[in-house]
């Protein structure tokens, strides 16, 4: 989401590069990172479920029976993206988006394509001042 944010010239941080994962922050702690940092808003990316398919192989086997095995594959993920200025909390943008998956689809491709359909709506949505080529 950082690298998608940052080619389309808007300065972005991921959290853990803010917030150490490795401790635990008070409210009052966050709001002063947040404040030191100046931050104009907070992108929050919320999972809001799963889709699954079921599929079942079946083959012969060594000894003329038949086997079968059943699997669920993910196919999809859904989440909730959220704008929110840190200064009053007001919540400014909200999109629930979803990302198909196929059967050899990597956490990254999907992550990725997850970035680009949030930035692009974000875009159409005049949230930033950039030119569309």
Do not use: C
Not at 44 to 50: A, D, H, L, M, V
Not at 52 to 70: A, F, H, I, L, M
Not at 95 to 104: I, M, R, V
């Amino acid at each position: 989401m950082v690298h998608e944010l940052k080619v389309n010239h808007v300065n972005a941080w991921r959290s853990i590069d803010i917030f150490s994962p490795l401790r635990e922050y008070s409210d009052s702690a966050i709001s002063a990172i947040i404040e030191k940092n100046n931050f104009e808003v907070i992108l929050t990316i919320k999972p809001n479920g799963t889709s699954t398919t079921s599929r079942t192989d079946v083959s012969e086997n060594w000894y003329g029976g038949v086997s079968s095995n059943s699997y669920d594959d993910l196919s999809g993920i859904y989440t909730i993206i959220t704008l929110t200025t840190p200064k009053n909390g007001e919540k400014i943008y909200q999109a629930s988006t979803s990302t198909s998956l196929g059967k050899y689809t990597t956490t990254l491709a999907a992550r990725i394509s997850l970035s680009e359909n949030t930035v692009e709506d974000l875009k159409e949505n005049g949230y930033f001042n950039i030119v569309k080529n």
